[in-house]
């Protein structure tokens, strides 16, 4: 089992940058291929970006292409979101997740993950 825990949410303006952080629990991180969601009001959970168990491999969804960047440190048993060129539509709560199966892919649907962080709230004013 691992437990996540979500950092480096805020408010930023159009155009900045905001990094995220995801800490894990356990000492079998590397066997978890890791994956970045976010929720908006009102709207279901969507996929944002996912990394391979050990990091050769990553996927972002069309709408985040170019301007975020996912990775991973195994040795520090963290997966980050590098957020670039943010726009007012990126504001959401932002969650990590652990996937213990295709953990050698990069999973794209939420019922492909097995735990979920909290949640952290970024917010791209106008």
């Known amino acids: 089992q691992v437990q996540l825990v979500e950092s480096g949410g805020g408010l930023v303006q159009a155009g900045g940058s905001v990094r995220l952080s995801c800490a894990a629990s356990?000492?079998?991180?590397?066997?978890?291929?890791m994956g970045w969601f976010r929720q908006a009001p009102g709207k279901e959970r969507e996929f944002v970006a996912a990394i391979n168990r050990i990091g050769a491999s990553t996927y972002y969804a069309d709408s985040v292409k170019g301007r975020f960047t996912i990775s991973r440190d195994n040795a520090k048993n963290t997966v980050a979101l590098q957020m670039n060129g943010l726009k007012p539509e990126d504001t959401a709560v932002y969650y990590c997740a652990a996937a213990a199966r295709r953990n050698w892919g990069t999973p794209r649907s939420n019922n492909e993950y097995d735990y979920w962080g909290q949640g952290t709230q970024v917010t791209v004013s106008s």
């Open positions: 356990g000492r079998t991180f590397s066997s978890y291929a």
